[in-house]
């Protein structure tokens, strides 16, 4: 299983990017992805999850209203955007996919257990 997260970036505070994780080689037919980030001296957090099956979302409350995600599905590959709308300072940190094999979404890191290499996001004037 191939976790490749991307998209990271520099941005001014009130703008916009879009991560993206690519997904491969994992067969079971119920799973959901996350994403977390850890900002330096914090926790990793939860900051949003869709599941395979039906795409229940989840968000924590920090990004909802800010943050959409969405799953596409092509072929063996899928493919998990991070719409992130009005960024705000405090969204600066890395950000991390992640994979877990079930089928509820969870915000809590333990519940994870396949990890991508992260992306950095800063957000900065």
């Known amino acids: 299983v191939q976790l490749q997260a991307s998209g990271g970036g520099l941005v001014q505070p009130g703008g916009s990017l879009r991560l993206s994780c690519s997904m491969s080689?994992?067969?079971?037919?119920?799973?959901?992805i996350g994403w977390f980030r850890q900002a330096p001296g914090k926790e990793r957090e939860g900051v949003s999850c869709i599941t395979s099956k039906d795409g229940t979302k989840s968000y924590s409350d920090s990004v909802r209203a800010r943050f959409t995600i969405s799953r596409v599905n092509a072929g063996n590959t899928v493919t998990v955007y991070l719409q992130m709308d009005n960024l705000k300072d405090e969204d600066t940190a890395m950000y991390y996919c992640t994979l877990r094999a079930g089928r509820l979404c969870h915000l809590s890191k333990e519940y994870f257990g396949l990890w991508g290499q992260g992306t950095q996001v800063t957000v900065s004037s």
């Open positions: 080689g994992f067969t079971s037919e119920y799973y959901a």
